[in-house]
């Protein structure tokens, strides 16, 4: 019976998992918190941020590392991207894959082009930098590992900006910018794809087929909650841009379809939306 590991069993990976038990795999996480983990998945409590609860790990056929960033835990940003994967690969035994999920946020580009995974990487934000850094950890510690850049992350229970339309409050941004967005469970699906037929060391971009601006975007999920019309505002011409704001790309996800095989279920925000309200 093939054996996986998740690191991160959280929205996304317990997604994952399901599909892997679907398919009559052992699951094991590695998690603070036994009882977050769905039925079917066995537990290895430890912290990754305490190499000393890392010692023993078990050999497995796959790993998935998709370890986000919890602002409770009271640790950096940084130390749990970059120290926390730089103290797990030191201990975990080779594996027949490992896939590693990313975030599309390392690459800088501000022109609302489109970018693919040659185009340069160089985030303005603190946040991308801490994932390019991430990046740089895994790919000189296990040069074969398979990349995954996601966008943006979105489903039932993870509505962007739900709370701020429900309320009627106004939506602080440029309403013209591109979102890059992928339905969670198009991005479990595409985990299970990249690690049947991706080339070992190679970068995916996670995305659905087509970045959609935030006004329309925001206009549908208003529709979709009977909710007024969103509206929205800059912020203050006194006040610096946020780094998030300045972000306006559209992702390809032309190498994801070619050769990780993956047909979206939802390759439109809008089918995912409606999919996803509730």
Request: glycine content about 8%.
């Amino acid at each position: 019976m093939p054996t996986c590991l998740i690191f991160g069993c959280g929205y996304l990976g317990q997604r994952v998992a399901s599909l892997w038990l679907a398919q009559g795999r052992r699951v094991l996480a590695a998690t603070r918190d036994a009882g977050r983990l769905p039925a079917g998945v066995e537990p290895i409590v430890c912290d990754v941020l305490k190499p000393e609860t890392l010692r023993g790990l078990p050999p497995v056929d796959t790993v998935l590392y998709a370890i986000g960033f919890d602002r409770t835990s009271g640790a950096s940003m940084r130390a749990v991207y970059v120290d926390g994967l730089a103290n797990v690969l030191q201990v975990l035994p080779p594996s027949r894959k490992f896939v590693y999920v990313s975030s599309s946020s390392v690459y800088g580009q501000t022109d609302g082009g489109w970018v693919d995974e040659t185009s340069p990487t160089a985030p303005a934000e603190e946040a991308g930098r801490i994932v390019l850094a991430a990046e740089g950890v895994l790919r000189a510690a296990l040069p074969s590992a398979i990349l995954l850049r996601f966008a943006g992350i979105y489903g039932p229970g993870r509505l962007l900006r739900r709370q701020t339309i429900e309320k009627g409050e106004p939506i602080v941004g440029d309403a013209n910018k591109w979102l890059n967005l992928i339905h969670v469970n198009d991005g479990a699906r595409a985990i299970l794809a990249a690690e049947e037929h991706a080339r070992p060391g190679c970068i995916y971009n996670i995305c659905d087929d087509h970045p959609v601006r935030r006004r329309y975007f925001y206009q549908t999920l208003a529709r979709l909650l009977s909710a007024a019309e969103p509206t929205f505002v800059m912020p203050p011409a006194a006040q610096p841009t946020p780094p998030h704001e300045k972000a306006h790309r559209r992702i390809n996800n032309r190498r994801m379809k070619e050769e990780l095989q993956v047909a979206l279920h939802f390759p439109e925000y809008d089918q995912g939306l409606r999919a996803s309200v509730g």
